[in-house]
């Protein structure tokens, strides 16, 4: 599945708990608000993100966190130092989810 | 893959590990004895089993579980409570684990 | 420390944090109503949430559940019942949790 | 044990190993250049290092990042948006480390 | 607790266990069966176990397969790899086990 | 994708990751060493490290350890106990991975 098909079968997916029930839309926007502008900015924030999908070796949320590290600003060397700490602080295991980070930042043209 | 060949996929390979060495027998049947109806009834053991996959990321258990559920006759508000306690329990990492459950339940016909 | 030590404190910090940002009451809002009496009955959602904390080796979380499965009447039968999908859901890493809720059971006053 | 304690038993272990074996040192060394000011200022690594603790459960990390953090000129806003990220990606099971963070925030003399 | 206190406390506590609940002796026989000499010889297993336990941050478990380890004679230096293999593994959020290993060395006379 | 296609893939994610940054590189030569023959024997490394593998749900590691078992020598009911090993630590929700391994077992033609 490309990229495309990808946000478009997280976002129908999203809308489909959202119609079944109020409490994932509501989960979901204070995720959002979470990850909004603050006294920390949003381009941290989301680079924090990508750092934590690493570690959680959650494909999905790199995918995701990646897209928001971009339309935020941050560059191929910003988005390399966050998947470093995903992985210095969750070992070898995490190897092949910055395996995939990279695979998704070329795919990206950030690469 | 759809659900059937999941299925059959499942039970091929627990056959083939249980032929190789008891050990997988033995602990797939203290698996199900733990889930059978006790003081706590087996739809609620299974629905546990639900939350339980969600908070684990296992896509094969949640598909697992979900079918437990249905044949126990858990119906589909039960079935997005406990994939709330998932979602609550183990945070935004595990959205995507609660979209394959919804898709899921698209395709075994109760949503 | 003791178990009404233990509930002043968590109590106490919760407070604390609720002070500091709306977030964090926010959010144990939505937990609690997660775990409300729905269709499926609070009783048993408090038992998953006793399987989760096992799973997850959260010992703030067994004694928080293991207060809420016998505040809605669960018994001793119930409760080693959840325990076990814990164990075997979590495997051998869990029996530390194990043993720390049935110490904890002891110290209820259930066992 | 209080804050300077953990710190002194912190650094002994780490001699001990780094002594034992030039494994832990190197790692150690990796794992601080990795911290380091980047195109990613140091002060939103450590931040990110915080949210990472919470959503690790890792309470030595919770404290070492907060002592970080401070360093880095971090303030109490910015650390409870570091938490709140760790909260919301971990959920609920994820609050015992919130409410050990804020404790070490009072101890620390930051809240 | 000293090191006598933890045994004892953890044998008390199975103990209690295996009284209410069958299953828990059962699942301890099949976990002393899996890690049996075999054709794996025990001590490699037990130092796995020690790898593993450093992994899931478990001090419980590293406690129990370091005194499993010597009593199968491995030495210091074997145990000094399989907690590195454990720190690799799992990253930096494990440093706190592998520091707790080391003082569990040095309190079993090892280091 | 085949065994053959998967293996070139992480050879060559590695090798984009290594000219991105220093990093990668370096801390896959450390795992290397890690897993080097030492005072444990490397194939008692390679099992341990199927082990952890399993126990960490992480397939790409359990095809990539499966490997190095096999290259150092391992039979089958080496590598069958080594799995046994992550079933028992990590519980049920790893039966999917121990599958996985299975069916990598079969396309490697050791089963």
């Known amino acids: ?10 976002a129908d997916l999203n809308k489909l708990m959202a119609e079944n029930d109020d409490f994932f839309a509501t989960f979901g926007a204070m ?6 502008d603050g006294v920390i900015p949003k381009k941290y924030k989301e680079l924090t993100g990508l750092s934590i999908s690493i570690l959680s070796s959650c494909e999905e949320c790199i995918l995701y966190h990646l897209q928001g590290c971009i339309s935020e600003g941050a560059n191929k060397a910003e988005l390399i130092e966050a998947i470093k700490m995903g992985v210095i602080g969750g070992g070898s295991i995490r190897f092949p989810s910055a395996r995939y980070a990279f695979k998704m930042m070329q795919d990206l043209g950030v690469l």
Chains 1, 2, 3, 4, 5, 6 share one sequence.
């Open 31 to 36: 995720d959002d608000a979470v990850y909004e």
């Open 1 to 10: 599945m490309d990229i495309k098909s990808k946000n478009e079968n997280r």
